[in-house]
């Protein structure tokens, strides 16, 4: 199989945060959500690189910089910044690019440029030797 990502090459999803995912007053989201989206982005840049999801290690440096509400639209990236012989290290951010403000009215939203970065870390993902199936 071929490998169709380099190192250092941005994946991107983008999603819109739904009501369902609210867990705090105020249509906020809990701190777990941006880190399910990060877990998603970086098992399609697992199966770019390897032909493989791999399995996650661990998080480091996770910092949630601000408040991700229902409404808002964020752009998740992961990129790996440096391999292994079976651990990849990723780069991963979430940011947000429309903001629902709810005012003059409830539907009220602001399209941000540049977009504000609401959460960052970095990951360990492992993939086994023998699960490694993508060529340069």
Same mark, same amino acid.
């Given at each position: 199989m071929q490998r169709h990502l380099k190192i250092d090459e941005k994946v991107s999803l983008r999603i819109r945060?739904?009501?369902?995912d609210v867990h705090y007053a105020?249509?906020?989201v809990d701190g777990a959500y941006?880190?399910?989206?990060f877990g998603d982005v970086a098992t399609e840049v697992g199966v770019r690189f390897d032909g493989d999801e791999g399995l996650l290690v661990a998080y480091k440096n996770?910092?949630?910089?601000?408040?991700?509400m229902?409404?808002?639209?964020?752009? $998740?990236s992961c990129w790996i910044s440096k391999i292994g012989n079976t651990s990849r290290?990723? &780069? /991963?951010? =979430?940011?947000?690019?429309?903001?629902? $403000?709810?005012?003059?009215?409830?539907?009220?939203?602001?399209?941000?440029f540049p977009p &504000? /970065?609401? =959460?960052?870390?970095?990951?360990?993902? $492992?993939?086994?030797?023998?699960?490694q199936r993508c060529l340069d």
């Open positions: 945060v739904g009501q369902e105020g249509g906020i941006v880190l399910g989206l996770v910092e949630l910089k601000a408040p991700i229902a409404g808002d639209f964020l752009e $998740v290290t990723l &780069e /991963l951010e =979430a940011h947000r690019y429309i903001k629902n $403000v709810g005012k003059p009215f409830e539907s009220s939203a602001d399209y941000l &504000e /970065l609401v =959460a960052k870390a970095q990951m360990i993902q $492992v993939v086994s030797k023998e699960c």
